[in-house]
């Protein structure tokens, strides 16, 4: 069975200062892993995807992660925090054992972004 | 924009009313999902619609549940007898065959408050 665990609840950083969020994955297939972005009241956005190409995705605003088979994880990063980033960060893996292929979520890492 | 759309976007009812969510995926999609999320939680499968049928239902979907989509385009998410741990935000999300059909794109949800 698909899992992913973020290790983070909560992360709060500097306005300028890098941010990393962690998350670890378990699979038993090659893992389609994603990272989502809520902002207060808005919707779910998707910031990247991993699918078996490279193993460094860049996403949208300029949020990257990287895949690590050998770690079982996929670690969010961003050079230098804004404070728009203030939100919260779902690590998801879609779940590839049957055809539904729903996603399974992390339980969320609060990002707290201080001036 | 023609992105997923959701109706009505907060609910309040009382305990045992009856109430009925609607979604609109992005036009091409031909998968639909359902999500439940609570408060600090992130979202959960409930159910998927490949077109006009439905193929899977998570345990969480009690009997009160139902889900349509009727001609493979809208859905609709019914909760009959609502109780009190029916309030969460439900989240319908769509995705496209072939190469992007890991990819899940959310709607902004239905928050539902049960009193």
């Known amino acids: 069975a698909q899992s992913v665990t973020q290790l983070d609840s909560h992360v709060s950083v500097s306005e300028g200062t890098p941010v990393l969020l962690r998350c670890n994955y378990s699979?038993?297939?090659?893992?389609?892993l994603f990272w989502y972005v809520q902002h207060p009241n808005k919707g779910l956005q998707l910031l990247l995807k991993?699918?078996?190409?490279?193993?460094l995705v860049k996403g949208i605003n300029g949020f990257e992660a990287e895949f690590k088979k050998s770690e079982t994880s996929f670690h969010l990063t961003k050079p230098s925090a804004h404070m728009s980033d203030a939100a919260e960060y779902f690590c998801?893996?879609?779940?590839?054992?049957?055809?539904?292929?729903?996603?399974?979520f992390g339980t969320g890492t609060l990002l707290a972004v201080q001036p | 924009d023609t992105g997923v759309s959701q109706d009505p976007r907060h609910k309040i009812t009382k305990r045992g009313q009856n109430v009925t969510f609607r979604c609109d995926p992005i036009?091409?999609?031909?998968?639909l999902y359902w999500y439940r999320q609570t408060l600090g939680q992130g979202p959960e499968f409930l159910t998927y619609?490949?077109?006009?049928?439905?193929?899977?239902k998570s345990r969480l979907l009690s009997d009160r549940f139902s889900a349509e989509r009727p001609k493979g385009s809208f859905s609709t998410l019914e909760i009959q007898r609502t109780e009190q741990g029916d309030s969460a935000m439900y989240l319908c999300?769509?995705?496209?065959?072939?190469?992007?059909?890991?990819?899940?794109?959310f709607g902004p949800g239905t928050r539902l408050t049960v009193t």
């Open positions: 699979s038993s297939y090659s893992p389609s």
């Open positions: 999300a769509s995705s496209q065959p072939g190469y992007g059909m890991y990819e899940q794109y």
């Open positions: 036009s091409e999609h031909n998968r």
């Open positions: 991993y699918t078996s190409a490279a193993t």
């Open positions: 619609f490949q077109n006009e049928a439905q193929l899977e």
């Open positions: 998801v893996v879609s779940d590839q054992g049957g055809a539904t292929n729903k996603l399974i």
